[in-house]
């Protein structure tokens, strides 16, 4: 999608792909500075080293403790940002017409890097209520403690089985999916069969080659839910690290046109 960006914009730049081991990524963002690389996308397992590598950190990336976007400015320094956030909150406008702060949200895997940064800004929201899930409840009641300081969201933790989920999914507006399951076919379903109702707005992180729906979209749609899949954030997120970039408005048009043809092939 960033080529395609890069294009409709007439910026004569490249996106590229470069493996860094871990350990080395303070090293890899100088060398970046130097052959001239205006900014840099930071993945899986880098999002936390390049908190520490960067030069200045915005509130919302240190409030997270994980970098996601780097932009290089004109004197060569290195401004960390995190865009998982702030895209989700533009991805579920777009999908839904809805504004987070007025929904209560139930996030699944609340205690993974992506969930995480969805509840935290969910709580920034002062969304309505915020029901957090996560195979390992401890990283949850951290992450609650954290999330107190943050706002006057009203915040739940929930233990992972189908009792408490059925009873709880009554009480919220929309369910998000920060787990990577649903990634894989065989991936065991999220939520207890007849879980969902036509009211619910279901928000999935995970996206599959394609537009393939996972068990998760399958189930929405059996039970007339909205939804949308992880497509629509890596779209958002990856415009606002565009913004950061260039400091103008992201080819939206463009860049979706690009990733859909992308997830295509
Ligand atoms: N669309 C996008 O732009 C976008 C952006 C970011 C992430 N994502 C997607 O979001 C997903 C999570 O990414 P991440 O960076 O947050 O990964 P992560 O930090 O490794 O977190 C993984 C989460 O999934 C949970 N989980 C894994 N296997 C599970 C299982 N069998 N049952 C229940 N929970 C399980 C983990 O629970 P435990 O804590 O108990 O291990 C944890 O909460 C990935 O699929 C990623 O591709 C998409």
């Not at 493996?19 to 205006?38: C, I, K, M, N, Y």
């Amino acid at each position: 999608m960033h080529n395609p960006a890069l294009a409709a914009c007439g910026i004569d730049a490249q996106y590229i792909r470069v493996q860094v081991p871990v350990g080395r990524v303070a090293e890899a963002l100088r060398t970046f500075v130097q052959q001239g690389f205006r900014g840099i996308n930071v993945t899986i397992p880098h999002k936390f080293e390049a908190l520490d590598a960067v030069d200045v950190i915005d509130p919302l990336a240190q409030v997270l403790g994980a970098v996601n976007t780097v932009a290089i400015d004109e004197d060569g320094q290195l401004h960390g940002y995190n865009t998982d956030g702030p895209g989700f909150l533009r991805s579920v406008k777009e999908a839904f017409g809805v504004e987070v702060r007025d929904l209560r949200v139930l996030i699944l895997g609340a205690g993974g890097g992506a969930g995480r940064a969805v509840a935290v800004q969910c709580a920034l929201e002062n969304c309505q209520h915020l029901v957090l899930l996560n195979r390992t409840r401890t990283k949850v009641e951290q992450l609650a403690g954290e999330i107190e300081t943050l706002g006057t969201t009203p915040t739940t933790i929930v233990d992972w089985t189908d009792e408490s989920l059925l009873a709880v999914l009554s009480e919220v507006d929309l369910i998000v999916n920060g787990t990577s399951l649903g990634m894989k076919v065989d991936d065991a379903p999220l939520l207890p069969a007849g879980a969902l109702t036509d009211k619910h707005l279901v928000f999935d992180m995970v996206y599959r080659p394609g537009g393939q729906l996972t068990s998760l979209g399958e189930a929405a749609r059996e039970a007339g839910a909205r939804y949308v899949d992880g497509a629509t954030l890596l779209l958002h997120q990856g415009a606002i690290s565009f913004e950061h970039w260039f400091q103008r408005p992201a080819p939206l048009d463009a860049m979706r046109a690009g990733l859909a043809s992308a997830l295509i092939a």
